[in-house]
Nanobody, 121 residues
């Protein structure tokens, strides 16, 4: 069984920073792409940032220059450094990873439970 657990959310004033972490655990053979998504109230879930196993990154236009995604393959962990936060960044942030378990011959997309980020104006 594979689990993803996010941490690091909270309440911050506009202009502030937060760092989210997402640790994958369980019977993991390999992890490919890892991603951060977010969902604000009344809106669809959107992709915020993604990082490949070798470190290639991609960002939504709304966060470019403010957010940085990184990962530690040895710890099976992905991070999201969020700077210059804006009220419109308020959402539940979810991590998602393509994981191959030892018992499997394919990669499967796992999701974390989400962590709330609230940015006050």
């Amino acid at each position: 069984q594979v689990q993803l657990v996010e941490s690091g959310g909270g309440l911050v004033q506009a202009g502030g920073s937060l760092r989210l972490s997402c640790a994958a655990s369980g019977s993991i053979f390999s992890i490919n792409d890892m991603r951060w998504h977010r969902q604000a109230p009344g809106k669809q879930r959107e992709l915020v940032a993604a990082i490949s196993r070798i470190g290639s990154t991609a960002y939504a236009d709304s966060v470019k220059g403010r957010f940085t995604v990184s990962r530690d393959n040895g710890k099976n962990t992905v991070y999201l450094q969020m700077n210059n936060l804006k009220p419109e960044d308020t959402a539940v942030y979810y991590c998602n990873a393509d994981v191959r378990a030892f018992s499997a011959s394919y990669y499967f997309g796992y999701w974390g439970q989400g962590t709330q980020v609230t940015v006050s104006s």
